[in-house]
């Protein structure tokens, strides 16, 4: 037995090293899965409004180009009435941004709008239904001096894309007094800024108004006035009332429908261009208006009483359009409209 005596015995005693449900380290695990928990919730969280702030961005980018309905808020149209009045050629590239309708930024390049007005007036030419090739020539070089700029038109027609597509990058805005076709170029030009006007003047009227235009240029028919507020019954004084505000660089007037004894006559249209030109406040602020279908007798005489001979260009002029440089500011004659004969022009 001597043999195992320099031998030690090692006595190893198994142990269970399960925790206790109630101990210290089941509570350490609790924690560490609510930590878990909130983690992936505030995560989700985050991803989430990732996914919906991206979804509206790529929506708004989407609907931006699309060009606003004609009853827009006013607070929009009221931004465009602050940005055009007053700044003339810049004022229309603002006012169109305000509106969400045509693109903004810099005109045409000068080699596409003389393609599109040689390509319109060569239509103007073929077809009996359109405006003369002369006549769209002699509109288009107006507009290309101005252009892009705020260009009011009287009236719907064929040229309607043209006047739209030339003043790019400007502001520009269609009259009419049939509400339906506004309705429906609205609807095949999406962007089209156009509003019905409803006219309370007929052609069999005309000698009768300018008769009493005349009595009244001292007075209710003078030549700087506030539209929204006047009497004469030439003013037309029911537009939305921010176009009263905008600095109209161009105006064109061929509209309303003057062919008919019972048709409106553009006496009114022609009345308003020339007190809208003459209201604008910037000092030597001019507003280039032409005046379609100026053989008529109603057009050529109220052009000469309200626009004035004094103010006529020869030169970009045809026989069926005239047309006429119209000072504003300071400087305009508030008691008449013409330096003189324009009445006894009128009456030739």
């Known amino acids: 037995m001597k043999g195992m005596g320099g031998q030690k015995v090692l006595l190893v005693h198994s142990s269970s090293n ?4 109630g101990g210290a380290g089941s ?7 609510v930590c878990l928990v909130l983690f992936l919730a505030c995560f989700a969280c985050v991803s989430l409004a990732s996914l919906l702030s991206s979804a509206r961005d790529t929506s708004s980018v989407g609907s931006g180009g699309g060009g606003a309905r004609r009853r827009a808020s006013s607070a929009g149209r009221l931004a465009v009435s602050a940005a055009g009045g007053g700044r003339g050629r810049s004022g229309g590239a603002a006012a169109a941004a305000a509106e969400g309708g045509d693109a903004t930024g810099p005109g045409l390049p000068e080699y596409v709008f003389d393609a599109l007005a040689q390509y319109a007036a060569a239509a103007g030419n073929s077809s009996g239904g359109s405006m003369p090739g002369g006549d769209v020539r002699a509109i288009a070089a107006a507009l290309k001096r101005r252009a892009p700029c ?8 064929g040229e309607t894309p043209l006047w739209r597509a030339l003043n790019h990058g400007g502001r520009t805005v269609f009259l009419d007094e049939n509400q339906y076709y506004v309705s429906h170029l609205e609807g095949r030009h999406p962007g089209l800024e156009a ?7 007929t052609v069999r009227e005309f000698p009768d108004l300018l008769e009493a235009a005349r009595a009244a240029r001292a007075a209710e028919c003078r030549p700087v006035q506030n539209l929204l507020f006047s009497d004469c019954r030439l003013a037309i004084n029911d537009l939305p009332n921010h176009l009263y505000d905008v600095a109209w660089d161009v105006i064109l007037v061929d509209g309303p429908r003057g062919y008919t004894a019972s048709s409106p006559g553009r006496m009114a249209a022609i009345f308003t261009a020339g007190v809208l030109a003459r209201g604008r406040k910037e000092e030597g602020a001019t507003t280039d208006v032409l005046v ?3 053989e008529r007798e109603v057009e050529r005489a109220c052009s000469r009483e309200f626009l004035c001979e004094e103010n006529r260009v020869p030169e970009t002029s045809t026989r069926s359009l005239a047309h006429f440089v119209v000072r504003g500011g300071s400087a305009v004659r508030r008691e008449a409209f013409c330096g003189g004969g324009g009445a006894t022009a009128a009456a030739q």
């Open 195 to 201: 509003y019905d006007v409803a006219y309370t003047t």
């Open 292 to 294: 379609h279908d100026y």
């Open 27 to 33: 509570a350490g695990m609790g924690r560490r899965r």
């Open 18 to 21: 399960k925790p206790s449900s």
């Open 150 to 157: 705020n260009l009011l038109v009287f009236g719907l027609g």
